[in-house]
């Protein structure tokens, strides 16, 4: 029971690091140019198999919360395969034959029905690592990769991209999804999913990412706006175990100053305990939305709650130039110069009756004048 119970939180966690990747990495997809003729007519159901990094289906078209059993054939039998695959609550796969090398089929179809499909929660789209196939023409045969006539298919490898990035000035971009906030250079993600706040560390770190930290009220109130009336958590947390409850000494995960603190009133009280470090007590930080107006609430770490993922993007630096106009001023001086200069060059001269030798760039002289030197 334990080893199913964490096979199911690695899997909520894949689900919610797959679903910030999908708005910050550009997807590879493979087009063939084969042509295959499917019949819509003719669709059937090949039962659930299982699924390893060494793909059952090849294609993998989306990953997002449009993904039923019904739109994911669509979509692989518009993009010309033979086969479609609903997998891990988000994920459509597509392709041409079964890699059966590294996967099987899995004794019971039920097997599959772990997720309701997020666009119909009538349809189930599979588990994790377990994945409902779809053959889409009228021939009942599987067709196994490992098995398959060599033949003469070109390819077009094309890179496209799951979001549009929102640009924001000449250096601060947003990844799509996310939301930029202008006083901190910084973009935000709500995610809805209540998990553990270990757990929702770990998710934004998996995207490159830590835990929303606040540093004003400008900030406060745009983080606590991301999520409506929902709790979330923040990277506020005193697990350090630092400092004599309930004056326990809290940090931000990215390791930040702590510099604003917007506490509802009678908060923070670790309760329950006399020591910071027992994790029984309220070591975690929520903003207590539902109960305030995005003021803070110090919880037990392993409650669910929603939570906003952060990261800074290079601020723009503004590069001013400025053109300083001289007016000349014209002096006229009148010396009486015992000697009239010789130009040699654009700056090498000699006073008049010496003579310049350019290999030392010197002036000499002869003196004719005889004296006697005692």
């Given amino acids: 029971m334990y080893e199913l119970i964490m096979n199911l939180c690695y899997s909520q966690i894949l689900l919610i690091v797959c679903y910030l990747i999908s708005f910050s990495h550009p997807q590879t997809t493979t087009t063939s140019t084969t042509t295959i003729t499917t019949t819509p007519g003719c669709i059937s159901s090949l039962g659930c198999y299982s699924d390893s990094n060494n793909r059952l289906l090849s294609y993998f078209p989306y990953s997002n919360s449009g993904n039923s059993i019904t739109n994911c054939i669509e979509t692989c039998i518009q993009a010309g395969y033979l086969y479609a695959g609903v997998e891990a609550y988000s994920a459509c796969f597509c392709g041409n034959c079964l890699n059966l090398q590294y996967n099987s089929k899995v004794a019971s179809n039920a097997t599959c029905d772990q997720f309701t499909c997020p666009a119909d929660n009538t ?11 779809y053959q889409l023409n009228c021939t009942n045969a599987v067709i196994n990769c490992s098995s398959t006539t060599t033949s003469t298919t070109t390819t077009t490898t094309t890179t496209t991209n799951p979001y549009t990035p929102v640009t924001i000035g000449a ?46 009220q400008t900030e406060n109130n745009f983080v606590a706006t991301l999520s409506g009336n929902t709790d979330i958590f923040i990277g506020l947390n005193h697990l350090s175990g630092q400092g004599t409850s309930p004056n326990c000494t809290f940090s ?44 803070w609430n110090d919880i037990n770490c392993r409650l669910a709650r929603g939570f906003v993922c952060q990261y800074s993007v290079p601020m723009c630096t503004t590069t001013t130039t400025s053109t300083t106009t001289t007016t000349p001023t014209t002096t006229t001086t009148t010396t009486t110069n015992p000697y009239t200069p010789v130009t040699i060059g654009a700056c090498e001269t000699c006073e008049g009756g010496w003579s310049f030798l350019q290999a030392t760039s010197s002036c000499y002289k002869v003196n004719k004048k005889t004296s006697q030197f005692l």
């Fill in 123 to 133: 349809q189930y789209c599979g588990g994790a690592w377990l994945i409902t196939v």
């Fill in 171 to 216: 250096c601060e971009t947003c990844e799509g999804g996310w939301s930029f906030l202008q006083a901190t250079s910084s973009c935000y993600k709500y995610v809805s999913t209540p998990v553990n706040w270990t757990t929702a560390e770990y998710v934004c770190e998996m995207v490159g990412t830590n835990l929303v930290s606040i540093h004003s």
């Fill in 252 to 295: 931000w995960t990215d390791d930040s100053p702590v510099d604003f603190l917007y506490w509802y009133p009678g908060e923070p009280i670790n309760a329950g305990v006399t020591s910071c470090v027992d994790p029984n007590g309220e070591q975690c930080v929520e903003i207590w939305n539902s109960k305030s107006n995005g003021q």
